[in-house]
């Protein structure tokens, strides 16, 4: 049988092959291998540079300063160290922390940890598209809050958060402003100066880099607390030796991505508007998320009146994503989807599809037809 024909970038992306041969480069003995700490030869020295090289890769496609650059193992701990980080650092100021509820679990668990620890969380309800408005953050706003801490687009919808206008309002109000980036830097225009970040999580793996590694960016003067502690590296904020070569990759990516933005938007968003051209004449099919504010990759569409299983099964020739989710035992359907209002059964008749830098429009064209033959054999049995 043939490979499905893999739509599912924004679970993660494989790695540009030119990304593949920098990493390479940095794990034997001939190689760039040393620790990048060992500063009484050469070797570490080459291996300093090389993580030097790749910080200031990575600060300009988010237009920050390299010193602002933390590398982490990928964005979960990137929000891990954000969130905690400072909640722990600023809890003289208050303990009031504002979320959505249809964050991705890397915040929503901190979230919860915190709050067994005596915060108090407020989880903003996502409008009907996907989004959380810069009004609904400030109505929420407190004497006491601390940290606003919301994604800059949702892994599952693929919707834009209006992040500029929250990001002023944070700053207005002297409340930190931490973003989760992982399905937006390297996919879209992100400038944490004009956005007004103050803390920004980012995914090695969501942009053709490996896996296993990631930043936090954090604006100079905020102060956050260590989460892993052993040595000082990251200017106290994150130890542990670098990973040369996961590092190099990440620079690489971020280089890559750059460079290929506006090409990789204008290609990504032919291929969503043909993707969704031939599925919305379908009966029962709506677009989940926003119409307007959203990334090209994405494109998530409800299936009224089938088994979401079932559709799923029948589409065993597409790599996609569906609206349940595996909760242990059981499937559950997706707290996003079901967020913006979904009820069950429509949420798990949903499938996300998302395209990416290697899709191509006879792919598409494929899942097309594929979604089309599905749905009118499930419709005909279920008749
Ligand atoms: C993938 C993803 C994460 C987790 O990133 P890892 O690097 O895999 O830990 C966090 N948030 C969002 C929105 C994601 O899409």
Not at 168 to 183: I, K, N, T
Not at 229 to 237: A, I, L, P, T, Y
Not at 342 to 361: E, V, W
Request: glycine content about 10%; some cysteine.
């Amino acid at each position: 049988m043939m490979n499905p024909i893999y739509l599912d970038y924004a679970a993660t992306t494989p790695m540009d092959p030119e990304v593949a041969q920098q990493m390479a480069a940095c794990l034997t003995l001939e190689g760039n291998f040393a620790n990048p700490a060992s500063r009484s030869h050469r070797y570490g020295w080459m291996a300093e540079q090389a993580v030097e090289n790749a910080r200031a890769q990575m600060a300009k496609l988010i237009s920050s300063d390299a010193r602002e650059i933390v590398w982490t193992s990928g964005a979960t701990e990137a929000n891990n160290l954000a969130i905690k980080g400072v909640a722990q650092q600023h809890s003289a100021k208050g303990k009031h922390i504002i979320t959505s509820a249809i964050e991705h679990k890397a915040v929503l668990d901190p979230c919860e940890y915190l709050s067994a620890q005596g915060f108090e969380i407020t989880y903003l309800a996502p409008q009907a598209d996907g989004t959380v408005s810069a009004a609904q953050v400030q109505a929420a706003l407190r004497s006491d809050t601390i940290l606003v801490s919301l994604m800059y687009v949702n892994n599952e919808l693929g919707s834009i958060n209006p992040v500029q206008a929250i990001g002023e309002l944070c700053r207005a109000h002297g409340v930190l402003f931490h973003v989760d980036g992982a399905q937006a830097v390297g996919k879209m225009p992100v400038d944490v100066q004009a956005h007004n970040i103050d803390l920004l999580s980012v995914s090695g793996h969501k942009f053709y880099g490996p896996k296993g590694i990631g930043i936090l960016y954090v604006r100079r003067g905020v102060k956050i607390a260590a989460q892993i502690h052993g040595g000082g590296h990251e200017r106290g904020m994150r130890s542990g030796t670098l990973a040369t070569h996961q590092i190099v990759g990440l620079g690489a990516a971020a280089q890559m991505s750059q460079q290929l933005l506006a090409t990789e938007e204008a290609h990504l968003s032919a291929l969503r508007a043909q993707l969704w051209g031939g599925l919305q004449g379908i009966e029962g099919v709506t677009l989940n998320g926003s119409a307007q504010h959203s990334v090209p990759g994405i494109l998530n569409i409800s299936f009224a009146g089938v088994d979401g299983e079932s559709l799923l099964l029948s589409l065993a020739d597409l790599a996609v994503s569906s609206g349940s989710a595996c909760n242990s035992a059981t499937m559950a359907p997706s707290y996003v989807l079901k967020a913006v209002g979904l009820g069950d059964d429509l949420a798990h008749a949903s499938i996300r599809f998302s395209m990416g830098r290697f899709s191509t429009l006879e792919e598409v064209n494929q899942a097309v037809g594929s979604v089309g033959t599905a749905l009118k054999r499930l419709r005909e049995t279920a008749a």
